[in-house]
Every structure is written in C-alpha cells, then in structure tokens.
C-alpha cells in the first residue's frame, strides 16, 4: 500500500496493492457504475466507503492521461502525481 499527496484535493490517497486483473477490473467499472466501484472497493481493500471514494476520483478513464479534464496530460507513472496539475492518478486500466 502507498499513500501519495494530492495537489487536487489536498489530501493522501491511499493505493492498495491488488493483483493486475483486480486493478484493471476496479478501474474499468467506475465508468460504468460508480456506486458499484466503490463498494467493490471497500470490499476488496476492507476500507471504508469514504476512503474507496477517494481512491477511486483518482481513477483515469482514458489510459495514460491525467483524469483531470483540462489538463488530460501524458502520464509516466502507473500511481502518482500528473506533472502538470499535480493531481494523483491511479491508471489501473493500462
Ligand atoms: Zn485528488
Ligand atoms: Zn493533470
């Protein structure tokens, strides 16, 4: 588990370890059912549905671009922060 600081919105996101096909599973069915992903979530990591949440507002929905909408930088890292916005993403679906 790490734990990385968001510029968005100030606070520590905290990213499980889970297998690829967990991650790719999670990551893919936020777009489709929110409500589903987080409880998912919180399911597979035992947190709470407000820490669910916040790792999951950190999902990208296009693979290697920041999930903020303005900015929909290129991203290096899997988890971490863009180098643009500083916001953390979590691009499970590469
Ligand atoms: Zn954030
Ligand atoms: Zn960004």
Redesign the pocket.
Same mark, same amino acid.
Request: net charge positive; hydrophobic share 35%.
């Given at each position: 588990m790490q734990s990385v600081r968001c510029r968005g919105c100030r606070d520590w996101v905290r990213v499980p370890d889970l297998e690829p096909a967990e991650r790719v599973r999670l990551a893919a069915l936020y777009p489709e059912d929110r409500m589903a992903a987080m409880r998912e979530i919180a399911q597979v990591t035992g947190w709470d549905l407000r820490e669910a949440k916040r790792l999951m507002l950190h999902f990208t929905t296009t693979p290697g671009v +920041?999930h903020?909408d303005p900015?929909?930088?290129k991203l290096q890292a899997v988890v971490g922060p863009?180098a643009? +916005?500083g916001?953390v993403n979590v691009d499970w679906l590469r």
């Open positions: +920041c903020f900015c929909a930088t863009c643009v +916005c916001r």
